[in-house]
């Protein structure tokens, strides 16, 4: 099965910034483990601009997800668990319902990523990884240490751009134990 890593698309440059986000919640417990003590329903304030574009996808400081791209992941059965955002832009009276999903997570995968070189393919990866891994899950979360990546299968990544999701980008990977 073919995995991609799920990202900001930095086209969008009107995507909504969230503000004064630091304090509001432990974002440690965007856990599996830890989700029961986010609250059920937040609101945020973002930067303001009429021109803003609200996303499918926020990657920053935490990712949220549209209602469209949290119906198409509900489709494909995944364990995930979901929180009401609602991000506000209060001198351009406008805002807009996100959910703030939280997925199964791993640090026992690694990543390697495939990139193309003058139409050639090759596998950014580190010597001692040995076996490539294949799931059964469609979206799930890899930690190692520096970052959490969202990883998604490409069937979940076809749904997605064939519903034009807005202000995503996929780099194909590779799984690594």
């Known amino acids: ?41 937040h609101l945020f304030k973002i930067e303001s601009s009429e021109n803003t574009i609200f996303t499918d996808a926020v990657f ?23 929180r009401e955002i609602i991000l506000l832009d209060s001198e ?11 997925f199964e997570e791993t640090s026992e995968l690694q990543i390697g990523y495939k990139t193309f070189d003058h139409g050639i393919c090759t596998i950014e990866k580190e010597k001692d990884k040995k076996q490539i891994v294949s799931l ?5 979360w890899i930690d190692d240490r520096r970052k959490r990546h969202t990883i998604i299968s490409q069937e979940l990544a ?8 807005i202000g995503i980008d ?8």
């Open 1 to 41: 099965m073919k995995y991609f890593e799920l990202t900001g698309n930095t086209r969008y440059k009107f995507a909504p910034r969230l503000v004064n986000w630091y304090g509001a919640f432990d974002v440690r417990n965007i856990r599996i483990e830890k989700f029961y003590k986010l609250p059920k329903q």
């Open 60 to 82: 920053f400081p935490f990712l949220l997800v549209s209602q469209m791209v949290r119906d198409v992941i509900k489709m494909y059965g995944d364990a995930a668990f979901y």
């Open 92 to 102: 351009a009276a406008k805002s807009q319902l996100y959910y703030l999903p939280v």
């Open 136 to 140: 059964d899950r469609n979206i799930f």
């Open 158 to 165: 076809e749904s997605l751009l064939m519903r034009n999701a």
């Open 170 to 177: 996929l780099q194909e990977v590779i799984l690594y134990r």
